[in-house]
């Protein structure tokens, strides 16, 4: 059975910078698409940044040039950095695997309702 669990989250200054991780436990984690969402209380889940087995990447608009994603298939970790980070990007941030292998970054966030495999969430909080 698939067990996402992340870790890293915490509370900055805006301008800050934190480093999500998530480790995988229990998946053939190479071949498939990971990735990063996020959620404010009240407000529907959003994606944030996505990677497939290639190592080809998808970003949200509102975090393209702040935040980078990468994996480290032979640990089966996966990251996110996240730099100058705003009062906006505060929300709770969870790590996914869509199932479906070789699938491409671009399609993630579109099949998030499809997505079976998610971890508990790590809380992200940027104070002004």
């Known amino acids: 059975q698939v067990r996402l669990v992340e870790s890293g989250g915490g509370s900055v200054q805006a301008g800050g910078s934190l480093r999500l991780s998530c480790v995988a436990f229990?998946?053939?984690?190479?071949?498939?698409?990971m990735g990063w969402f996020r959620q404010v209380p009240g407000k529907e889940r959003e994606g944030v940044a996505a990677?497939?087995?290639?190592?080809?990447?998808t970003y949200a608009d509102s975090v393209k040039g702040r935040f980078t994603i990468s994996r480290d298939n032979a640990k089966s970790i996966l990251y996110l950095q996240m730099n100058s980070l705003l009062p906006e990007d505060t929300a709770m941030y969870y790590c996914?695997?869509?199932?479906?292998?070789?699938?491409?970054?671009?399609?993630?966030?579109?099949?998030?309702?499809?997505?079976?495999?998610w971890g508990q969430g790590t809380q992200v909080t940027v104070s002004s």
């Open positions: 990677i497939d087995s290639s190592g080809s990447t």
């Open positions: 229990g998946y053939a984690y190479s071949s498939v698409c």
């Open positions: 996914a695997i869509d199932s479906r292998r070789y699938m491409s970054s671009r399609d993630f966030f579109p099949r998030m309702g499809s997505i079976g495999s």
